[in-house]
């Protein structure tokens, strides 16, 4: 209670007046997570927490779907393991946390804190391959990693963060390429069917790839403000690593092959897009499929006869349905309103005396506000019926916040204005060469290459910086 | 293939010749896990990690189901942190990796890596509780955590290794003693229900309790050979750590108190206790309930026609309710029968043109190898019926085994004799002097005090080490 009257006290910013204020402020409220005294690093509390083991079950029902097994690897990567592959380590050692004692005795060898675990996955596999007859190793791993970062915010940059890391073995090139696209619909489709979320899907620059990839794809949600948030990522690595590590097996000629490598990952950054492609200036708003809470039932004038033992009644009956809370504390119905808006419950449903008697209740939606009245009778079906409309209606306006906000520019000039001016998405051609990116990046404030999407629009023949013949049509965006 | 046929040439160690080295072969052999070049630290293949899964679910539904929610903390803690609780720390501090480096900066003050979490916990509990109406505050968290081992052995004793840890706090010391003993409650239904395991529970003396902790409560299941394993613990802190960490809440009377804590943790061991519970010479026997593999189907004459056709037909149809493996692999029928006696698959189905023609099929059980011919009307309800009988088979038997392995010791020689010939659990009195506990270790090669169990028996009126009166009947054992 003391907690709670605290909140009723302090509103939080408004999205328009300051972004990054409402962001920690929701965080807060929501009770998503709280700081630690460990540098970057976050306490995710349990409303927090369930969302994300919500994302986790409905993600790896899918990995398994698509033939994965999860393992677990050490959390620790001997600096020499982490050597092996030369670009990889130039890429994570400037980012990584080191152990350099254990117990009393100082470690012969410093062990870094996983940042990524391409080299332990390596280094098992060239175990267990053998024969063409070993391929495809399709494993996945749910973990914590961390990355020594400098500036840090809840969920979007931290120093350690949980994610999941798919690191797969196949026998040919083209099977490995097959593998990256697939993971990479399989996060499009999460983010569309699970999050509510649409994005923008396609592969990396040369300058914007993982280290020591060959192919990196991603998936780029856009959040309210017009901001990327770089939301997944695929990789093809070909057999560097292989190479590196040593894996061969056996081919169906009875040659000696190297393997071809993916490695995919998300993680709780997709909270962070959650929040900014959803929320509003009441607080958090939720896709009804990773709400911790999907209705909560707030009971309308809970003293007179009769309207608790309802509520609890409802409550009972749709629990075996949904997840439901009922909140019968003696904070006033207004006082629960606001709380369950900042929380991002998909829909509340209010009983009272009067509903009590025509046998109904009244359902109202966090997205748009909008107030059912429901006959008990159809309990049931009418919830379902609103969560989709809520997950349809959340869908639909993050579709058109993107679209809105995704821009074309045809000259330097129109590039520059709409950086400075317009925050969201632009669509312009490149010549391929990362001076360009490095400039715009330079001269806009942090505006970088997206992706270059799978089906590339022609929007001039040539490059929108410096006038070069155009290879690729790119989108251009800064990030979270 | 060519890793399975170089399994099929090493036979694996018998359990009466080398217990320790039958043990890493089940372990190697049936695929659960790999060294790493990480001192210490394991590689939890596919099978072993689907135990580990099907364990956390099961264990995860009943702490929700008793209030439980689940957090995560960061898996760094500050050393100034470390070292608020004295004893703590005391405990803690010889066994922990120490990160002192941050990319390339060496940090001012030096972080461990999560031995156990009590203090990260106690720091957010700090912040978030200020009233009695805040309390209890009921927290789990599933995570890896660190301990710097010299020797370590797969599951049993490693570097990492995975666990949860509960976290709770409570308004008074009665309610947090209930805790302590509902949740050792959980671990021990849960031992019996789900892991077919019985063991003996009870309070840890003054010597064996938890670096902080003011009662420790153990659950004790003994290995087939006779060797105990300290299998979860929980603990009941008082309001040590509250004053230690300032933690206060204004009381129902309006005074400030102290808050009282509990702690509780399961971990891998677990997957160690079920092989070195139920496993024999042909390999791993695994409880129905945490079986990745429920019910394997082995096809007989599987090139003669319509034979693979009813077997994947089967497989099918019973996936909709077991965990189920059709391997329809080039492999002999008797190879298969090995390999899935090995993984400890507890059902094997075999299908042939003869039990097509009757409209049946043969499972047989792992534990006893019997054989029942079923038929395929009735295949769900017998195989639920077989898998529940393996389940209590396999108790029964583990029962038998500890009952038969625990001896009683009236007089030091009875004591002495036993400890050296007979590995088991001693049931014997003891004075509650720390003393006689070291001599005792000491005198036997590492026989210590297992537990002093909720219903004491009286064997004598002194203790069987030193003479003098007796205060507890105490369980004694050597321990993995």
Chains 1, 2 share one sequence.
Not at 98 to 109: A, D, I, P
Not at 386 to 401: I, S, T
């Amino acid at each position: 209670m003391a907690e709670q009257q605290k909140k009723m006290v302090e509103a939080i910013t408004a999205m328009d007046e300051d972004f990054a204020k409402w962001y920690t402020d929701v965080i807060k409220k929501a009770e998503l997570t709280d700081y630690s005294s460990v540098k970057g690093c976050m306490v995710i509390r349990p409303y927090g927490y369930a969302i994300w083991e919500n994302i986790q079950q409905d993600l790896d029902r899918r990995f398994k779907k698509t033939g994965h097994e999860n393992v677990y690897m050490p959390m620790f990567i001997p600096e020499s393991l982490l050597q092996k592959e030369k670009d990889h380590v130039a890429g994570f050692a400037p980012e990584v946390a080191w152990v350099t004692q254990g117990g009393s005795e100082t470690l012969t060898e410093r062990l870094c804190v996983r940042p990524t675990s391409e080299t332990l996955f390596c280094e098992h596999y060239a175990k267990i391959i053998n024969s063409y007859r070993d391929l495809p190793k399709l494993y996945n791993q749910w973990c914590s990693v961390v990355r020594w970062e400098k500036t840090t915010r809840p969920f979007l940059r931290s120093s350690e963060f949980l994610w999941q890391e798919g690191h797969t073995m196949h026998e040919t090139a083209e099977e490995a390429r097959e593998e990256t696209l697939r993971m990479l619909k399989v996060y499009e489709d999460f983010y569309r069917e699970t999050l509510a979320i649409p994005a923008v899907t396609g592969r990396k620059t040369e300058k914007e790839k993982f280290a020591g990839a060959m192919e990196t794809y991603t998936i780029e949600p856009m959040m309210h403000n017009g901001v990327a948030l770089q939301g997944g990522t695929s990789h093809y690595f070909g057999d560097g690593f292989a190479r590196s590590f040593d894996i061969t097996f056996t081919g169906r000629d009875n040659t000696l092959q190297y393997p071809h490598q993916t490695s995919w990952g998300v993680s709780t950054r997709m909270i962070g897009a959650l929040i900014m492609v959803h929320g509003d200036d009441n607080g958090l708003v939720l896709p009804p499929k990773v709400a911790p809470i999907q209705v909560a039932i707030i009971p309308i004038a809970q003293h007179k006869e009769g309207v608790l033992e309802k509520a609890r009644e409802i409550a009972d009956r749709l629990s075996e349905t949904f997840r439901v809370k009922l909140d019968a504390s003696d904070q006033s119905a207004g006082w629960k309103f606001s709380e369950y808006e900042m929380k991002g419950v998909p829909l509340r449903l209010e009983i009272g005396p009067k509903d009590i008697e025509k046998n109904q209740c009244v359902l109202v939606r966090r997205d748009n506000r909008e107030k059912l009245f429901v006959s008990l009778h159809e309990l049931e079906a009418e919830i379902a019926r609103a969560l989709a409309l809520v997950h349809d209606g959340l869908y639909e306006r993050a579709l058109a916040n993107l679209q809105a906000k995704t821009y074309v520019a045809r000259t330097y000039d129109e590039f520059l204005d709409i950086a400075a001016n317009r925050p969201g998405f632009i669509k312009a051609m490149w010549c391929g060469d990362s001076a360009c990116e490095d400039k715009i990046k330079d001269e806009t404030g942090g505006v970088k290459s997206r992706c270059i999407p799978f089906v590339e629009e022609h929007l001039s023949d040539v490059c929108v910086c410096c006038g070069k013949p155009a290879k690729h049509q790119v989108y251009w965006g800064k990030q979270y």
